[in-house]
């Protein structure tokens, strides 16, 4: 399902990341690459007194850009900020963690 999505995502870096980690972020400003985030903790819906397992869920946030790329570049910061181009998210949910 795709929904509005007009907030942030953040990512914390470890202190000390490199050059190419610094890079990658600047291709995904360059190419409004999407960004993908996948649950490690299976989601629970509770239904009527019943609890349906969704399964581990993934999350594509579309048309990504990074707020603070020029601070994530000059490694004055290791918290990205990133919000949607397009302002929408793609969710899905999978029995399995890697699909």
């Given at each position: ?34 960004v993908v985030a996948h649950h ?60």
């Amino acid at each position: 399902m795709i929904l509005d999505w007009d907030d942030e995502l953040t990512m914390t870096l470890i202190e000390n990341y490199s050059d190419e980690i610094a890079q990658q972020f600047k291709k995904v400003n360059e190419v409004s690459s999407p960004v993908v985030a996948h649950h490690k903790i299976e989601e629970l819906l509770e239904l009527h007194g019943k609890k349906i397992n969704l399964g581990y869920k993934t999350v594509e946030f579309q048309d990504t850009f990074i707020i603070n790329l020029d601070d994530i570049l000059d490694k004055k910061d290791n918290i990205v900020r990133m919000k949607s181009r397009s302002k929408k998210m793609h969710v899905s949910f999978n029995k399995n963690m890697s699909e």
